[in-house]
């Protein structure tokens, strides 16, 4: 899964099947005009792409293609991250917290979920 660098055009793609799937290319190109404006051509032609690529699996469903996602939003979330703290964070977690932390407003809330999450990985590390 480490080699998988999506484009923000795949991601938006694969987004809208890790909501619903299968789905027919005629739903997704419906869905894909509605959410970023794209033409039935452009949703096309990523979906051709995507599944020469390995990031979808197509069936012939009578006339048309229905298209589900070979790749878990899981999968995909945990290699962009890992990708995003390496390239701006020169790969420290503390660093990348540490920034959030003193340039955003956090909520008590927030800070006690951070707490929360900080706890379970120490716990997952004894």
Do not use: H
Not at 46 to 68: F, H, N, P, Q, V
Request: charged letters at 30%; proline letters at 2%; one cysteine or more.
């Amino acid at each position: 899964m480490s080699g998988i660098n999506l484009t923000n055009t795949e991601w938006r793609v694969l987004d809208c099947l890790w909501e619903a799937s299968p789905r027919s290319s005629m739903q997704i190109a419906a869905e894909l005009r509605r959410r970023v404006g794209w033409a039935k051509t452009t949703t096309m032609t990523m979906l051709r792409r995507m599944t020469d690529k390995g990031l979808l699996r197509c069936e012939e469903i009578g006339a048309g293609k229905s298209y589900s996602p070979l790749v878990a939003r899981e999968d995909a979330v945990k290699v962009e991250t890992e990708n995003f703290i390496e390239r701006v964070y020169k790969g420290s977690v503390s660093l990348m917290i540490s920034e959030i932390a003193s340039n955003q407003e956090l909520s008590r809330e927030e800070i006690a979920e951070l707490y929360e999450i900080l706890r379970r990985a120490e716990e997952g590390t004894k």
